[in-house]
């Protein structure tokens, strides 16, 4: 059974699906999409066209599906899809798409936005993501699966950040960040893997393992460069699952240069 609070403002043609909760002051737009079991504390604002995955709770002041921040937009299709069992805290703000970067923002499922944080247009944020309190996501960011954000930190526009990696408190992200790996200060620097996240995630010890040896083939040495040194291995350590992934994001051509440690491998 829904519970829809009298101060809250549906325009006609939202959709609302079973065992909503929808608050004070809430405010829901004609294109809105609002999945089962969807709960909305009070004073949230749903604009544009809008998706909710079911059972998605949003707190006071959240600000969803908004006319995007980029001064080129000119009122085109702007979609913004969230997937199921989210949380979404206070005065958090998430960007629909543009026609500059094919008209949709998505939002994975099971991901945290903790209070103020942002995800800025045109981004594709992974599975089981966390942003921590004011981490800012800029335009045009693609995010993998189970990443973590720490307070603070920021993302600039057309960065990759690959799955499982750890962005430390106050970071400034202005490179691809590889899967598995962890980066802190401003700007940020690549400081080794994620280990904690690896054996939080169970996998396989004699895979990480093999992880740690390419870390130290692909970012220890001065052999070429960082793509080289990924085609070498790949010969070697290819076969390794984990070594994979990094291997493939490395060899994709991305918009921004790599996160690297600090030194002159790095630079």
């Known amino acids: 059974m829904s519970v829809i609070h009298p101060s809250a403002v549906i325009e006609d043609g939202a959709t609302l699906g079973e065992g909503v909760r929808i608050g004070p002051f809430c405010h829901i737009g004609k294109d809105a999409k609002i999945g089962d079991g969807v709960e909305m504390k009070s004073h949230v604002v749903v604009a544009g066209d809008t998706t909710i995955g079911a059972r998605t709770v949003i707190f006071p002041f959240a600000s969803l599906g908004h006319q995007p921040q980029d001064l080129k937009y000119r009122g085109e299709e702007a979609i913004l899809r969230i997937g199921a069992d989210c949380i979404i805290r206070e005065g958090v703000t998430m960007n629909p798409g543009t026609a500059g970067g094919g008209h949709t923002t998505t939002i994975g499922d099971r991901c945290a936005f ?73 700007r940020a620097r690549l400081g080794g893997l994620n280990l904690v996240g690896l054996k939080r995630r169970n996998f396989p010890r004699e895979q990480i393992h093999a992880l740690r040896s390419a870390y130290r083939d692909l970012f220890e040495t001065e052999d070429g460069t960082l793509r080289d040194r990924a085609q070498k291995l790949a010969e070697t350590l290819g076969d390794e699952p984990l070594v994979r992934q990094v291997l493939d994001f490395i060899l994709v051509e991305g918009e921004r240069r790599f996160c690297t440690p600090r030194g002159p491998q790095g630079e």
């Open 114 to 186: 903790l209070a103020n944080s942002h995800v800025g247009h045109d981004s594709h944020i992974g599975n089981g993501v966390v942003l921590s309190n004011n981490v800012m996501i800029a335009g045009h960011v693609t995010v993998g699966d189970h990443v973590i954000f720490g307070g603070g930190s920021a993302v600039i526009q057309f960065t990759r950040v690959g799955d499982h990696a750890f962005v430390g408190g106050l970071a400034g992200l202005e490179n691809d960040l590889i899967p598995f790996g962890m980066v802190t200060g401003n």
